[in-house]
């Protein structure tokens, strides 16, 4: 299952999903992992929850993230939680053109039985319908 939390820039979706995912703690049996490309958050999530910042990795792109976020999933055959704050950052392409990372995205968390938060920034009329297809 995908959700997305969309909002203009500053309207706190890093908090949301801050919030998300220490609050999935209290229920997952599985992994939480938790992907962004800065350092800002890393403090404020519980411990069980795997932080990483894509930016030490150099994911330059939308193929590239596909694959990151592939690999870090088949690290553990018992991931339960993935959230990704700023996707449209972190893959360096405009909402719009982020249609294959959705579409993989929703084929791993079906394959997987993953529960993925997606964080983008925009107004909900802007976003693309295989975006928005996946707000609750």
């Known amino acids: 299952m995908i959700?997305?939390?969309?909002?203009?820039?500053?309207?706190?979706?890093?908090?949301?999903?801050?919030?998300?995912?220490?609050?999935?703690?209290?229920?997952a049996k599985g992994h939480l992992i938790f992907l962004t490309d800065n350092k800002r958050c890393m403090y404020d999530l519980e411990r069980e929850v795997r932080?990483?910042?894509?930016?030490?990795?150099?994911?330059?792109?939308?193929?590239?993230?596909?694959?990151?976020?592939?690999?870090?999933?088949?690290?553990?055959h018992d991931n339960e939680y993935v959230f990704i704050d700023g996707v449209v950052r972190i893959a360096g392409k405009p909402v719009g053109e982020l249609a294959t990372f959705f579409y993989m995205l929703d084929k791993v968390a079906k394959t997987n039985n993953l529960i993925v938060t997606v964080s983008v920034t925009g107004a909900k009329e802007d976003l693309p319908d295989f975006v928005t297809k996946y707000i609750d």
């Open 3 to 27: 959700k997305v939390i969309y909002g203009e820039k500053g309207t706190g979706k890093t908090k949301m999903m801050i919030d998300a995912a220490n609050a999935a703690v209290e229920e």
């Open 51 to 76: 932080f990483i910042d894509v930016s030490d990795y150099d994911i330059a792109g939308e193929s590239a993230l596909c694959g990151f976020v592939k690999g870090v999933i088949a690290g553990n």
